[in-house]
């Protein structure tokens, strides 16, 4: 199962890095705008979502809007061993380049917020499937982190991503709801 994710994950980075720039640009601001659409979004007063980088959908708008709407906006920071935290900031100045993943994360001086006090979880991937389930990383991060809330799950991905199905084993959680460019799916009832 591991060597079949490996070899999926290099067949979807290559697709990925195929697309178009006004492809990219295009389906970024139509991703934001519908998962900001969402009611589920709009009532929530916790928001966990990650900074995304490089041709991952763009998040950064949907920070910026949580910030706006007064919402309490947390994002990941992770350490060895999959174990992974949420941290509220209160603009992107509190971020800093993790030193383990490159990626951007809050400053250690932010507040911890436990994953049962989260409402919206915004979920990155490599791609979905149908029935919500994905092609992570690798690290399985989020799939700890998920069992333990029962906020409202999110993923992001464009639409030429979309599967029709992934390998998935015992632990993979799917989220309640896939956002693309083109529309939401809704998949389920929040655990």
Do not use: W
């Amino acid at each position: 199962m591991r060597e079949t994710k490996k070899l999926l994950r290099k067949e979807i980075r290559e697709k990925i890095n195929g697309f178009p720039a006004e492809y990219i640009e295009e389906s970024d601001a139509a991703i934001a705008e519908r998962v900001c659409a969402l009611s589920e979004f709009i009532q929530a007063k916790t928001v966990f979502t990650f900074y995304s980088i490089g041709r991952e959908p763009d998040t950064h708008r949907i920070i910026q809007r949580a910030l706006e709407m007064g919402k309490t906006v947390t994002l990941p920071v992770c350490f060895k061993g999959g174990i992974m935290e949420a941290r509220a900031i209160k603009d992107v100045g509190e971020l800093r380049e993790s030193q383990m993943m490159g990626l951007m994360e809050p400053l250690d001086s932010t507040h911890v917020v436990p994953p049962e006090e989260l409402d919206f979880i915004v979920v990155p991937a490599l791609a979905y499937d149908k029935t919500g389930y994905r092609v992570g990383y690798g690290g399985g991060y989020y799939d700890r982190f998920l069992s333990r809330t029962r906020a409202y799950t999110v993923g992001i991905t464009r639409e030429k991503l979309m599967m029709d199905s992934v390998p998935r084993e015992d632990h993979d959680i799917p989220v309640n709801c896939i956002v693309t460019e083109k529309k939401a799916r809704l998949l389920g009832e929040p655990r």
